[in-house]
């Protein structure tokens, strides 16, 4: 009788436990995921930019997520469809997308840091930071045209192959063997030629000058003192909270995307984000004092190319300006399962972050860039 009565007391008790973990695992995933509120004062910017998000949703996105800052404040995040469509998990603020080559803009910051602790000089071969790499026949590789995607190292081949890759690697050195081989397009120097793998042996050089792994570098000294809690690599084996399951298309139906494994191309598309960690990271680069202004400055110039014309896309070394919608710089990102806009407006203090859980997919509205414009007009009139 004594153990009938131990019995019901542990099934009671682990009842009243079961529930009450239940209860504060619930309530912990609610406060988690909770919507941020939009503000009052930018209420027809925000009704606005969901017009344009809608355009998205429409053309058949499984989701998409937007942050919106206004002087150091995010003023609006909000996120529309499903992060992952198999299991009807909707997308929320802190869902985190392949941000593609918005990687590229935050290796720029490392990049930056480690030019003003003296331990890069932009104009040195990067055979001294990576011996390893090859000495080219065409002429020398310097980390500044690397930056700048001026060293003729090529981007993905015509096929896409590279852009798919499976294999896993540990260290950044390593990935280098998919292109170390082969020639350049160019004289360095000459032209401009948009190329992933250049920042993937732009990141080697990071690692390599600074003695840190790259992932620790921006770890470190940028993820870190910036407070971007909700950027890490893309790890494939990783149980990483919130991830949106990556979508392509295939004869016009939705499909999941191929898979890929992004440790051979970190710095040049592999980081994963939120909307309010990019506009955070906006924030961060230009009032954080992260890097100094004439720092800033260096990596937001276009170079002159040698037939007197500035490099295609307005492109610095990592950020690019979008000359057509106003003083706005940043970074477009594709990739596998992915795409992002990511726009700075630093005269205005406005940052704008669009991520979708699809490749190509902010291509189904090409006036996103106006949103910005959207709070920059409504900003002006607050009293």
């Not at 973990?21 to 009704?47: F, G, L």
């Not at 020398?140 to 930056?147: D, G, I, Q, S």
């Not at 990935?175 to 990141?203: K, Q, R, T």
């Not at 014309?309 to 610095?316: E, H, L, S, T, V």
Request: proline share 5%; charged share 20%; glycine share 10%.
């Amino acid at each position: 009788m004594i153990n009938q009565i131990r019995f019901f007391l542990f099934l009671v008790f682990s009842f009243i436990a079961l529930n009450v973990n239940v209860a504060w695992s619930q309530s912990s995933i609610s406060n988690q995921y909770s919507v941020v509120e939009a503000s009052s004062n930018y209420s027809e910017a925000i009704a606005k930019s969901r017009d344009q998000i809608k355009m998205l949703m429409d053309a058949g996105a499984p989701g998409v997520s937007i942050a919106v800052g206004v002087d150091d404040e995010l003023v609006w995040a909000e996120g529309f469809g499903y992060a992952d469509i198999e299991n009807s998990v909707p997308v929320t603020s802190l869902t985190k997308f392949r941000v593609g080559s918005v990687s590229k803009t935050m290796t720029s910051i490392a990049l930056g840091i480690l030019y003003e602790e003296g331990l890069i000089d932009l104009d040195t071969p990067i055979q001294e930071y990576v011996p390893s790499f090859p000495v080219k026949e065409k002429g020398t590789v310097t980390t500044r045209l690397l930056a700048s995607h001026r060293a003729g190292i090529r981007h993905y081949l015509p096929d896409m192959s590279d852009n798919f890759v499976r294999d896993h690697y540990e260290n950044v050195v390593d990935a280098l063997e998919i292109f170390a081989d082969d020639p350049l397009l160019f004289v360095p120097g000459d032209e401009y030629s948009y190329s992933s793998h250049g920042y993937n042996l732009l990141s080697a050089v990071l690692q390599e000058a600074s003695g840190v792994e790259f992932l620790t570098l921006m770890r470190e000294r940028v993820f870190g003192p910036l407070k971007l809690i909700e950027t890490v690599a893309d790890h494939t084996d990783h149980i990483i909270t919130g991830r949106a399951a990556p979508y392509a298309r295939r004869d016009g139906r939705l499909v999941n995307a191929p898979f890929v494994d992004n440790s051979y191309k970190w710095a040049g598309g592999g980081f994963i984000s939120t909307p309010s960690d990019l506009v955070k990271f906006g924030f961060g680069v230009f009032n954080s004092g992260i890097i100094k202004d004439e720092t800033i400055e260096l990596l937001l110039s276009p170079p002159i190319l040698p037939n007197g014309k500035i490099a295609d896309q307005n492109y610095g070394l990592g950020w690019r300006t979008f000359n057509d919608d106003g003083p706005w710089i940043g970074h477009t990102g594709g990739s596998v399962g992915g795409n992002t806009l990511f726009t700075v407006n630093p005269n205005a203090g406005v940052v704008v972050a669009i991520v979708c859980n699809l490749s190509g997919c902010l291509g189904a509205n090409r006036n996103l860039n106006i949103i910005g414009s959207y709070f920059t007009e409504q900003s002006i009139n607050l009293p």
